[in-house]
């Protein structure tokens, strides 16, 4: 059965730093990309950042610089260090592998 786990979310306050971490098991991790999203309370979810199985990144304009994503295979786990964090960074962080999603952590950045 294929679980995934994010974790490392809380209250930060506005330029300050978060690491996301996303664990994945129960299936082959590096054979997959993996894609951090998010969604803002009365917004629809949004793209964050992904990482390819070869380790190719990409960011959504609005995070790009401020975000980086990276992967451990032999940990089954992918990273989002998120820097100088804004207010409108707030909301819940989910990762995703295929049809999987975790139940995603919270991020709240105070003005």
């Known amino acids: 059965q294929v679980q995934v786990v994010e974790s490392g979310g809380g209250l930060v306050q506005a330029g300050g730093s978060l690491r996301l971490s996303c664990v994945v098991s129960?299936?082959?991790?590096?054979?997959?990309?993996i894609v951090w999203y998010r969604k803002a309370q009365g917004k629809p979810r949004e793209y964050v950042a992904v990482?390819?199985?070869?380790?190719?990144?990409s960011y959504a304009t609005s995070v790009a610089g401020r975000f980086t994503i990276t992967r451990d295979n032999a940990e089954n786990t992918v990273w989002l260090q998120m820097d100088s964090l804004k207010f409108e960074d707030t909301g819940v962080y989910s990762c995703?592998?295929?049809?999987?999603w975790g139940q995603g952590t919270q991020v709240t950045v105070s003005s």
């Open positions: 990482i390819t199985k070869s380790g190719q990144t």
């Open positions: 129960g299936t082959t991790f590096s054979a997959n990309n």
């Open positions: 995703n592998m295929l049809e999987y």
